[in-house]
Every structure is written in structure tokens, then in C-alpha cells.
């Protein structure tokens, strides 16, 4: 097992590092210069007052040296937990501004994966048994996963905030609040997370009922279902069997849809305008930060990936065949 988790290790390490590398070189082969949107955002006319303020941001934030040096500075700021100071917000340091903004994307993930997941596998195992339900399921399934999460939110805060104005279409909160622990706070905040989560939510909900329908099928039209039935075995226990047995394809894809999911997210959050990482995503893309641009995807990357070593963990857990063959490995 200290093999396998070791390997793993040593993929994610490896994953981690071009995905780091590919994000630092996604802002500098951007269009456009941010410094120069800096100093048009002071509205300096004096030309040797405008020179001053390019070369003085330029050392500022190392624009001034060669590629390879800022490339190499960046490794030594992240080892140091330094996301650098952001060209947008200056100058608020990056990592304040992506913990004001995590918060707010995580309350979006974290429920609308883990429910869709659960809600999904559980319609799917009853749609495989039982026809009223298969035929409502089945097609309804197939709407939902076909759905672009940015379409889906569109709709829903067309429908449901616009024509009938029962929810919010824009912000975490309202405006004439401030942040507070008070329950009229948190009332609030529910009421315009509402919309983003169900649109994430639905959407992955068609794809997990679709997969576990199938594979509940699949299983009980197995060999082992059948020599069961044979044997006299009651129903509830091979189809407790068959549930076992399909829902290990589901943790694996549970792992392969995580990076949709955090991406149908941050788009989501753009239609609502909802201050996640997805609004800072597109304010730092709008602006030019190349910083407050990089210690995004960071953290996304960062996510997705100990989301990922997560799964794997679980896989581990919940498999027997995958210790048994690990146990075989290391004998």
C-alpha cells in the first residue's frame, strides 16, 4: 500500500508541477500590458510622471527581468506561501483576495458534488427497477446532463429570479448588508446561493443517474446475480450486491468529472455574478493580473488534485479487489 499511495504521490507531484508551469505562462502570453492599464488606471498626464510609474511597478513586481528569472522568483515566493501583491486590487497581496473569494466557491462545490453524487446514484439504482421510474428518469437524465451550466443558469435566473422574483440573480448577498454572523445575514446568503448551487446541481445530477441506471443493469444481468438467483438468494441481497459493485465506477468517475465541475462552477458564478473564484477569474483577466490570475488557478489546481488523491483514497477503502491485488503486488 506505501507503494501504491507512493506512486500516486509522485503523479500528483508531477501533474502539480506542469499544471503550475502552464498557469504561470498563460498571463505573460496574454495580450496586453499590465502595467500600462495600471498607470492609465492613475490618469497621469505628465510623460516623465507616467515613465516613473511604469519602471517603478515594472521592479515592483519583476516585470523588468528576463522570463526565465521571473519564472524561477515565482517557485521561491510559492515555496514561501508568496501569491505575490495583486495589479487589480494594489495593493492588496493575492492570498487575501482569493481567501475573501474561497469561501463563497467552496459552499458552491462541496454540496452540489457530493448531493448530486448521492441523489443521483440513488435515482439511477431505482430507475434500474422500476419502469415508471426508468421512463421518467432515463429522459429527464439525458435533458440535464446535455445542459451547458451556463445555459442552465441563464435559465434558471430567467425563470425564477426575473419572471417569478423569488430568488436573487446577482451577488453573494445583498447590497445594503455587510457581513456579519447574525442570521438575517445567513438567510440572506442561502437565498442567493440558492440558484448557482441548483444549476450545478442538476446538471451533474442527469449524468450520475444515467451512469448508475446502467451499471445496475449491467450487474444484475451478471453472471453472479444470476448464480445467486439460482442458489434462492433473496433480491434485496443481490441487488445490495449489484449497488456494491456499480458504484465503484462511479467513485472513479467521480474523480474524472471533478475538474467539469469546478470549471461548470467558476462559469456559473459569472452568470450570477457571485464572488467566487470564477468572478476572480474574470476580473483578473478583464484587468491583466497576472498574479491575482495565477493564484486562482492555483488553488484550483490544488483542489482538484487533493480532491482527487481523496477519491483515490476511497477507492481503496470501499474496494476490496484493488487491497487484494496491492497486497499481491507488494507479496
Do not use: C
Amino acid at each position: 500500500m506505501r507503494r501504491y499511495f507512493g506512486r500516486k504521490l509522485l503523479i500528483y507531484g508531477l501533474t502539480f508541477f506542469v499544471a503550475v508551469t502552464v498557469n504561470w505562462m498563460i498571463p505573460r502570453f496574454m495580450p496586453g500590458d499590465p502595467i500600462a492599464s495600471m498607470v492609465a488606471r492613475a490618469n497621469v498626464t505628465n510623460a516623465q510622471a507616467v515613465e516613473a510609474m511604469r519602471a517603478y511597478y515594472s521592479n515592483l513586481f519583476g516585470l523588468d527581468q528576463p522570463l526565465w528569472q521571473q519564472y524561477v522568483n515565482f517557485w521561491g515566493a510559492l515555496a514561501q506561501g508568496d501569491f505575490g501583491i495583486s495589479i487589480w486590487l494594489f495593493p492588496t497581496p493575492v492570498a487575501d483576495v482569493i481567501t475573501q473569494a474561497v469561501p463563497y466557491t467552496l459552499a458552491l462545490i462541496v454540496p452540489s458534488v457530493l448531493l448530486s453524487w448521492v441523489v443521483g446514484n440513488q435515482f439511477g439504482a431505482y430507475a434500474a427497477r422500476r419502469k415508471l421510474l426508468d421512463n421518467t428518469v432515463l429522459p429527464v437524465g439525458y435533458v440535464l446532463t446535455a445542459m451547458p451550466y451556463m445555459w442552465l443558469a441563464v435559465l434558471l435566473a430567467w425563470g425564477f429570479g426575473v419572471l417569478l422574483g423569488w430568488f436573487p440573480v446577482a451577488g453573494g448577498y445583498s447590497f445594503s448588508m455587510r457581513p456579519n454572523w447574525s442570521w438575517t445575514f445567513v438567510l440572506d446568503l442561502l437565498h442567493h446561493w440558492a440558484l448557482p448551487f441548483l444549476s450545478l446541481f442538476l446538471v451533474a445530477l442527469g449524468g450520475w443517474a444515467i451512469g448508475m441506471r446502467n451499471m445496475i443493469i449491467y450487474e444484475l444481468e451478471s453472471d453472479y446475480s444470476s448464480y445467486l438467483s439460482a442458489l434462492g438468494a433473496p433480491t434485496r441481497l443481490i441487488r445490495r450486491y449489484a449497488f456494491r459493485n456499480a458504484v465503484l465506477p462511479q467513485i472513479t468517475g467521480l474523480a474524472l468529472q471533478l475538474g467539469v465541475l469546478v470549471a461548470g462552477a467558476l462559469v456559473t458564478e459569472i452568470v450570477f455574478a457571485y464572488p467566487g473564484l470564477g468572478s476572480l477569474i474574470l476580473k483578473a483577466i478583464q484587468n491583466k493580473d497576472f498574479f491575482l490570475l495565477q493564484g486562482t488557478f492555483l488553488f484550483i489546481v490544488l483542489g482538484v488534485l487533493i480532491a482527487n488523491f481523496i477519491i483515490d483514497i476511497v477507492y481503496v477503502v470501499v474496494d476490496p479487489r484493488t487491497r487484494a491485488g496491492m497486497a499481491g503486488a507488494q507479496a
